[in-house]
Nanobody
């Protein structure tokens, strides 16, 4: 069992940066792939990116590639989402999630067994 709690959301101007954190409780954090998703009002939840259990491999959606970076600290049971050059279209509730499925499944919400409650990110233009 994993419990996930996101933090770090807020209001930021376009072009600014934010770092989200996702703290996990449970002994199996280091054996899970961690993903970030987001959901804007009236839209479906979409994949942002994911990081392998070791941190050695990452994957990003095209819309955030080059601007967002995912990292993890297994000693702290925490995964991070560094967001730079934020745009108004990045406004959404951001969720972290955990899966043990392979890379081919990282972008699929159905692959994830555990979810956090979400944190709001609002980018003003």
């Amino acid at each position: 069992q994993l419990q996930l709690v996101e933090s770090g959301g807020g209001l930021v101007q376009a072009g600014g940066s934010l770092r989200l954190s996702c703290a996990a409780s449970g002994r199996t954090f280091s054996s899970h792939v961690m993903g970030w998703f987001r959901q804007a009002p009236g839209k479906e939840r979409e994949f942002v990116g994911a990081i392998s259990w070791s941190g050695g491999s990452t994957s990003y959606a095209d819309s955030v590639k080059g601007r967002f970076t995912i990292s993890r600290d297994n000693a702290k049971n925490t995964v991070y989402l560094q967001m730079n050059s934020l745009k108004s279209e990045d406004t959404a509730v951001y969720y972290c999630a955990a899966t043990q499925r392979g890379r081919d499944y990282w972008s699929d919400t159905l692959s994830y067994s555990y979810w956090g409650q979400g944190t709001q990110v609002t980018v003003s233009s």
